[in-house]
């Protein structure tokens, strides 16, 4: 015996998983491929409908004057932060100005002491240092340069990481070759 509608729901799901069984022939069958008379590739497209891709641009690097101006303030800048003695904990330069300016760098301090930090810069009138640790309570330290003489000054530093970094003073102008520059000494 059975119920009203019983019949009709074993009717309905047999119909159901026949048009699943149909639906998954069909969709094995649209993966199948026929060859034809030219081996089964796509047809040619005309070499005129074919757009090359443009070409990478490599964008030109400083002019020859800008170029010895870098060198001459390298050389300079040397100069000026060899007075720094001591054991070096970290060292950097960069660009002072231009579209690259600024430099970040990352070092470790072993010892808690007092390190001697020493910024110089050449070919613009002022940069500024910022020196960072995150054990310290407070906060990062700045340090204005006039690039009339290199800037000393003695920072405690704790046991682990610090960075230094240039900040950015004019990002938009053109390079002239200027540099900045910071080395940290330690005990």
């Known amino acids: 015996m059975s119920r009203r509608g019983g019949t009709r729901t074993i009717r309905t799901g047999a119909v159901l998983s026949g048009a699943v069984l149909l639906c998954l022939a069909a969709g094995s069958l649209a993966g199948c491929t026929y060859e034809d008379d030219d081996g089964g590739r796509p047809p040619a497209t005309p070499t005129s409908a074919v757009t090359p891709r443009p070409g990478r641009t490599i964008p030109a690097g400083p002019p020859p004057d800008v170029l010895a101006a870098q060198q ?26 231009g579209n690259g300016v600024g430099f970040q ?6 010892t808690a002491g007092d390190y001697q930090v020493t910024a110089a810069c050449v070919g613009v009138d002022a940069s500024q240092v910022i020196i960072f ?8 330290t700045s340090i204005v340069v006039d ?5 000393s000054r003695t920072v405690s530093l704790l046991p682990g990481y610090i960075r230094v970094g240039l900040t950015r003073k004019n990002p938009t102008g053109p390079w002239t070759g200027a540099l900045a520059g910071i080395r940290i000494t330690g005990p």
């Open 147 to 151: 690039c009339t003489a290199p800037v």
């Open 105 to 110: 760098k990352a070092g470790r301090v072993r």
């Open 72 to 97: 001459r303030n390298e050389a300079a800048l040397e100069g000026l932060l060899a007075g720094a003695t001591g054991p070096v904990v970290l060292a950097d330069s960069g660009p002072a100005d």
């Open 133 to 140: 640790q995150d054990q310290t309570p407070t906060g990062p």
